[in-house]
């Protein structure tokens, strides 16, 4: 299932597991069962299309207490997680030298709008004494939460992969 014949590096592939980790992590720690959107690979290319409609997702939801704050900073780690996961377990190689900055995914490190760069800022704005500490226990508890559903975590990746999107009632039918 490689993104490209010519590379032992599946960016496609990648690209489905990071997103389908949010989702995962929205679903089972957010409780967000219905996402009200399509999400979508560019067709051939495996880079998101971020087709999901504005306002849709966390639009809703307002964190108040610490528990929400560490659910919506593992939410943005879920990518990440996913996708580190999978590769410390075989199912994807580790990408090319300098594609990843640790193990997991080029395509959380980095300035706005990264992921990383969002869960930094939520535990900025978390008010949490710690938000070091917060950022590590919510990457903590997204691997948990992929780790502990990572057959489904994976069916759905694949699907996203092969038919290049996946809606509401997918994610519904394969994570429950």
């Known amino acids: 299932m490689s993104g490209s014949t010519e ?3 599946p960016d ?18 957010l ?11 560019e067709p051939g290319k495996g880079d998101w299309r971020g087709n999901i409609p504005p306002g849709t997702a966390l639009a809703g939801f307002h964190p108040t207490t610490a528990d929400d704050w ?16 999978a590769t410390l377990r075989g199912d994807l190689p580790s990408a090319p030298h300098l594609g990843e900055q640790m193990p997991g995914d080029a395509g959380v490190l980095g300035p706005p709008p990264s992921d990383e760069a969002n869960a930094r800022k939520w ?8 938000p070091v500490q917060l950022y590590n226990e919510a ?3 997204a691997v948990d939460m992929v780790r502990s559903h ?10 996203l992969h092969d038919r290049e999107f996946v809606a509401d009632d997918d994610v519904i039918d394969a994570l429950s």
């Open 7 to 9: 590379s032992p590096y």
């Open 12 to 29: 496609k592939l990648r690209v489905a597991i990071h997103e389908v980790g949010h989702i995962a992590v929205g679903f089972y720690g």
């Open 31 to 41: 409780g967000l069962t219905v996402t009200a959107g399509i999400y979508e690979l």
């Open 70 to 85: 560490g659910q919506l900073v593992a939410f943005e780690c879920g990518g990440w997680a996913a996708v580190h996961l």
């Open 123 to 130: 535990c900025q704005m978390s008010g949490h004494a710690d």
């Open 139 to 141: 990457r903590a508890l």
């Open 150 to 159: 990572y057959a489904q975590v994976m069916a759905l990746a694949r699907a």
